[in-house]
């Protein structure tokens, strides 16, 4: 026997002459790297408050929707366009690599392409949920599009006192 067993599962750590990578071919496996932040919180009283652009719940990956200014929501609708996008490639990565890696299982029936038809059909669904992905994360930037638009009034009101002069001013009368 050339590979070890483990409690009725032989080990891939020993060379296997069977196991050749020519009799199964090479697959392509990208790397994710996954970012995560976490954000204290402090207590007040007797609950808990997320600290100043925390997030709603620890495992939460957006903003706490706090929406009290127009900041607040371009920045949840931002945070959720980014998130979405991501996903949206992640989830369309993962849906072509199933694909592929399920394109290789023999078709039991032996029919020409069936192999290639069966894995399309169980990967559509992983496609169909990254589109969704995508449409979540357009939505979102719609959101803000649409604030903007629905409130620009009392945007417009708050915004003109909030500006500061562009440039310094020439005083010729000082010399």
């Known amino acids: 026997m050339s590979g070890q067993y483990l409690g009725g599962v032989?080990?891939?750590t020993a060379k296997d002459p069977k196991n050749d990578k020519a009799k199964f071919g090479a697959s392509f496996a990208p790397a994710f790297t996954l970012n995560v932040t976490q954000s204290k919180s402090t207590t007040n009283g007797g609950g808990s408050v997320p600290a100043q652009g925390g997030r709603a719940h620890p495992e939460s990956s957006l903003p706490a929707p706090?929406?009290?200014s127009p900041a607040d929501v371009r920045n949840y609708c931002n945070a959720l366009r980014a998130l979405m996008v991501g996903i949206s490639f992640e989830v369309s990565m993962g849906a072509e690599i199933l694909k592929g890696v399920l394109s290789t299982v023999p078709d039991p029936e032996g029919r020409i392409g069936?192999?290639?038809a069966r894995a399309w059909r169980v990967s559509r669904k992983l496609t169909?949920?990254?589109?969704?992905?995508?449409?979540a994360a357009k939505n979102a930037?719609?959101?803000y599009g649409a604030f903007q638009q629905q409130y620009e009034e009392e945007i417009n009101r708050v915004k003109h006192r909030a500006r500061k002069?562009?440039?310094p001013r020439m005083d010729w009368a000082r010399q």
């Open 165 to 167: 002069p562009s440039a």
């Open 66 to 68: 706090d929406f009290t």
């Open 10 to 12: 032989k080990s891939a």
């Open 114 to 116: 069936g192999s290639k």
């Open 141 to 143: 930037a719609a959101c």
């Open 128 to 135: 169909k949920a990254a589109d969704s992905a995508a449409a």
